[in-house]
Structures are given as structure tokens and as C-alpha cells.
């Protein structure tokens, strides 16, 4: 039950933050998660054709790993100090962007392809990241981008009579395409594919372990209707599945490793109103959204598999200007779950069907200054905690102190900070 629970609520939480952890990603989750029906700097990494649209601008963005990580465990972060971190920087070729807009991140990790790994949890690690590469190119009625991400470890010993190397890598490659549809719409489509490999050798059980299904890939379609000078519809359709199982030397391993497989799609139409003069209201419906889950190759003899139906999930936010140098952000997401998982064998199969009404909260924060943009999402107990001697509420525990490593970040006034540079 509580492997269920976790996994729910990490589709709950990827429904809002299936957003790469780059750029104004602080803007994006503070308004719910709502990415797909925003305009924002995050959108070159789901949609590199807009590249062109964030030329010459430098980004800077750290936030808690611990905050993000769905299966409720931090220490397999430790080898990152607990903190995502991202510099990157594009810049424009030629006048106006004449050759086109090249862009390059540096991060300390990349997260594993397999982010619920609930049968297995082959390429779920975490990798040190090596770079990311992009590029747009701008014509009068379409754009076009592409994009390449590299992550991969290595560790090689070498003791008298052995030799032994475990390595593993992940490299995904996107391209997507944005143009004009009619007079008052355009509209942006993407796709993107992730390879993975997997070694390690002299297992002493099984021999040499090696990558076997190893296939990421997704693809979406949005498109930008403005209906008049107050509200902008922004219809959506995406669609991802994966692959992931090893193989062995020893035949023994597939008995009891079956590998991980997945596929997911969503719809959904959202609306950008402008409210108050420059303040947005940003409301969103996803009438269906459905996930399936099984082992990779389990055998026949086994029954053993999960969906997860969502009708409706809903976004509201606001975008509120406050003075010229503060904005203010609050977003919400509600969305009504069935997961229905099956068990057992030929003979004798068992169910489990639970029921969620998931409900998440955001409050962040926005700060301008010349040519800088600062963005981050605050902690909703932070208004409980700008002082003891005016709340009588202090951070910690209940003992009125710091414990763990964990207290740290779950106490932690903000859990994401972008910073975005403009020259």
C-alpha cells in the first residue's frame, strides 16, 4: 500500500513538474506546473523551436533535490549535496538572429529515464550530467530546434587477475517545430527519444549484466488560439512511453528481473486570461489522462500490472505584478485518480483499486532588477515562519530546532531559485 501511495503521488506531482529542471522552471511550478499552456524560458527544453524567442539570455537556477524527489528518499542524492543546480547561457548569430540561436547547459546530474521505476528499477539512477546542446533557427512563418542531452558514469578497477568496469549512460535527442496555423494561432509540435546503456561486469551471481530494451520517447502538439486581447486558448495532446529491461550472462536473471514498461497519454485545454491590465489568470482543464505500467517480459505465468486514470485534473493560477520590481504567484492543481492494479498468476489473481483526489499548492515569488529576473517557489509554511518573536512559530521540529538533513530542506524558506540574465 505504501508503494502505491508513493507512486500516486509522484503522477500527481510529474502531472505539474514533468517540466525539465531548467530555466524559469520557478515561474512554471509556482503557477501550478501549468507549463504546457505557458509562454516561459523553461519551453526550449520541451519545445527547442522556440529557442530563437530566449537569445542571448543566461540562466542560473539550484533547488532542493529532496523536494523533488518522488519516492520520499534523499539519500541517493548525497553524492549531489542535495541541491539540482544549472548554469547555461544562448546567444544569437548574425543580426536578428540572422544564423540562428545556439544555446549550452551545464548541470551537476541528470534525473534516471525511469522516474517510477515500480517493477524494476533498471536506469533510475542518477547520473552526473555532461552537457546539453541547442539550437534554433527562425524563417517568417516557422521556427525549428534540436537539442541533445548527455549524462553518463564510469568506474573501472583493476585488481591482479580481474578487471572490472560498470558504466552507464543516458543520451536524449529533441527536436520541435513551431509555425503559424492561421492569422490569430500557431502552434508548436515535439518530439524527443532517450537511449539508455547499462554495464557491469562480473556480477557474482549473474556474470556480466547489459542493457537490453533501453527506449525512451515522447511526443506533444499544443497550439496558441488568441480568441481575442483578453483570452488566449491553448489546446493540448502528448504522448510518452518507455521500454527498460537488462539482460545477463546468466539465464537465472530474467526469472526474477522482468524489466519496466510504460506508456501515459494526456489531453487537455487551458486558457491564459488577462486580467486587472497586466496580471494573468491562467485556468486549465485535462478532462483524461491515463497511464499503464507492466513488466518488461514477465512470463506467462505471471499477471502483474497498474493503470492509473485521471477524470478531470484541474489548474488554476494567478500572475499578479504587484509593483514593477515583484510579482507574485499562487497555483493549484486538483485532479480526481483511480489506480487499479492487477497480481498474481493464472490461478489466482488479485486487485487493488484505490481512489485519489490529489490536491497540490504553489506560492512563488518574482523579482526584477535592470536586466536580471529572479524566480523562485517559497515554502507554504513560510508566511507561519518570518519570525518567532511575531509568529511564535519557529522553524524545525516541534523542539523548535533543526534535526536530520531532511528537516533542512523541508524547511527551507524557498525550494527553487532561477535566475535569468538578459544582454
Request: glycine letters at 8%; proline letters at 3%.
Amino acid at each position: 500500500m505504501k508503494k502505491i501511495l508513493s507512486i500516486i503521488i509522484a503522477l500527481g506531482f510529474v502531472a505539474m513538474l514533468a517540466v525539465p529542471a531548467f530555466a524559469s522552471d520557478s515561474r512554471v511550478t509556482a503557477l501550478a506546473g501549468a507549463g504546457k499552456y505557458l509562454e516561459d524560458d523553461y519551453n526550449i527544453f520541451d519545445w527547442p523551436a522556440t529557442l530563437p524567442s530566449y537569445s542571448n539570455t543566461v540562466w542560473m537556477s539550484v533547488h532542493n533535490a529532496y523536494w523533488d524527489d518522488m519516492d520520499w528518499s534523499w539519500s541517493h542524492y548525497s553524492d549531489f549535496n542535495n541541491y539540482f543546480t544549472m548554469i547555461g547561457a544562448s546567444y544569437a548569430f548574425g543580426e536578428d538572429g540572422h544564423y540562428g540561436t545556439l544555446a549550452m547547459f551545464f548541470q551537476n546530474f541528470t534525473p534516471g529515464l525511469n522516474k517510477y521505476h515500480y517493477y524494476q528499477d533498471v536506469y533510475a539512477d542518477i547520473l552526473w550530467n555532461k552537457y546539453t546542446l541547442m539550437y534554433g533557427y527562425s524563417m517568417d512563418k516557422v521556427s525549428l530546434g534540436i537539442y541533445i542531452s548527455r549524462a553518463d558514469t564510469y568506474d573501472k578497477e583493476v585488481t591482479p587477475g580481474a578487471t572490472e568496469e560498470d558504466k552507464s549512460a543516458y543520451t536524449t535527442i529533441g527536436a520541435s517545430a513551431r509555425f503559424d496555423v492561421v492569422d490569430k494561432a500557431y502552434a508548436d509540435v515535439a518530439f524527443d527519444v532517450s537511449f539508455a546503456s547499462y554495464q557491469d561486469e562480473n556480477d557474482p551471481t549473474y556474470g556480466d549484466i547489459t542493457d537490453d530494451d533501453n527506449l525512451k520517447y515522447g511526443v506533444r502538439a499544443r497550439m496558441f488560439y488568441e480568441y481575442n486581447e483578453t483570452v488566449t486558448f491553448i489546446p493540448y495532446v502528448g504522448y510518452s512511453a518507455y521500454d527498460f529491461s537488462l539482460k545477463a550472462d546468466s539465464t537465472d536473471y530474467t526469472d526474477t528481473h522482468w524489466g519496466d514498461k510504460c506508456w501515459a497519454f494526456d489531453i487537455g485545454i487551458g486558457a491564459n486570461i488577462k486580467v486587472n491590465e497586466d496580471n494573468m489568470l491562467l485556468f486549465a482543464v485535462e478532462p483524461f489522462s491515463y497511464m499503464k505500467g507492466e513488466p518488461s517480459a514477465a512470463p506467462d505465468s505471471v499477471v502483474d500490472e497498474f493503470t492509473y486514470t485521471v477524470i478531470p485534473r484541474f489548474y488554476l493560477a494567478l500572475e499578479s505584478d504587484v509593483k514593477d520590481w515583484l510579482t507574485f504567484r499562487v497555483g493549484g492543481m486538483k485532479e480526481l485518480g483511480k489506480w487499479d492494479e492487477k497480481s498474481g498468476g493464472t490461478s489466482t489473481e488479485y486487485k487493488d483499486v484505490n481512489t485519489w483526489g490529489g490536491f497540490q499548492y504553489f506560492m512563488g515569488l518574482g523579482f526584477h532588477v535592470g536586466d536580471f529576473d529572479i524566480d523562485c517557489v517559497i515554502n507554504n509554511e513560510l508566511p507561519y515562519h518570518m519570525g518567532y518573536w511575531l509568529t511564535g512559530y519557529g522553524w524545525g521540529g516541534d523542539d523548535g530546532y533543526y534535526g536530520s538533513s531532511v528537516d533542512h530542506v523541508e524547511n527551507a524558506p524557498a525550494y527553487m531559485v532561477t535566475g535569468t540574465y538578459h544582454f
